[in-house]
């Protein structure tokens, strides 16, 4: 069962921040941040693994909170390189299955 | 380090066609992931070999086959395309079969089917 992100699409300025969130109806056991922009392969960002750690790239970062089975990607004063469309790839089966990907959030950072 | 090569890049084809794709891992990736990806589907897992043995398949219909080979290289087969399989086909290899490993994807192969 794909995990859902939100929002679909988002539309900032530069320098703005964003949030791209990640949930899931079963038990986590990492979850996974690529972005993909227009015409390219996806690019891998992070994983976050069991335990609420929070991890960093650049000025992008993300939490995951097994509890709550969801992750948020955090994007700071976004440059216009970030724009792309970020998927969240979500394991269920704790390491014995590929990751199960959500349908990605568009994000567009204009001048 | 070459990265991970998909050919063809475009194909068109019509309904009821067979079509191979191809794609090979980077060097010294074992693993080799397929995914379709159509607009507002995102990714969708099709199957996965390691070491010539598919290990995990996706919820795809039996026309969809695929094979490793022991360079790693891999392909996929669709056979009796239909309209609905028109969508970006992407490759991805890891070391592993590790779920916590990074996937390097491919390029891509665009398949229109007409």
């Known amino acids: 069962q794909q995990p859902v992100q939100s929002p679909q699409a988002v539309i900032l300025r530069e320098g703005e921040d964003a949030v791209i969130n990640c949930s899931s109806s079963?038990?986590?056991?990492?979850v996974h941040w690529y972005r993909q922009k227009h015409g390219e392969a996806p690019v891998f960002l992070m994983i976050?693994?069991?335990?609420?750690e929070q991890k960093g790239h650049e000025k992008i970062s993300a939490s995951f909170n097994e509890k709550k089975q969801q992750s948020s990607l955090y994007l700071t004063a976004s440059q216009l390189s970030y724009s792309g469309t970020y998927f969240c790839?979500?394991?269920?089966?704790?390491?014995?299955?590929?990751?199960?990907f959500g349908t990605g959030t568009k994000l567009q950072v204009i001048p | 380090k070459a990265g991970v090569t998909q050919t063809p890049r475009y194909l068109i084809k019509t309904r009821g066609q067979q079509v191979t794709l191809s794609c090979s891992p980077i060097s010294g990736h074992r693993s080799v992931s397929w995914y379709q990806q159509t607009p507002g589907q995102g990714l969708q897992f099709l199957f996965e070999y390691f070491s010539e043995t598919q290990r995990n398949k996706g919820n795809f219909p039996g026309r969809f086959s695929g094979r490793q080979f022991s360079n790693s290289r891999s392909e996929m087969n669709v056979s009796t395309l239909e309209l609905g399989d028109s969508a970006l086909y992407l490759c991805a290899s890891s070391l592993t079969v590790s779920t916590n490993e990074k996937l390097f994807f491919g390029s891509g192969t665009q398949l229109s089917v007409l």
């Open positions: 079963k038990a986590l056991y990492s």
């Open positions: 790839g979500t394991d269920f089966s704790g390491g014995y299955q590929k990751v199960t």
């Open positions: 976050l693994l069991k335990g609420g």
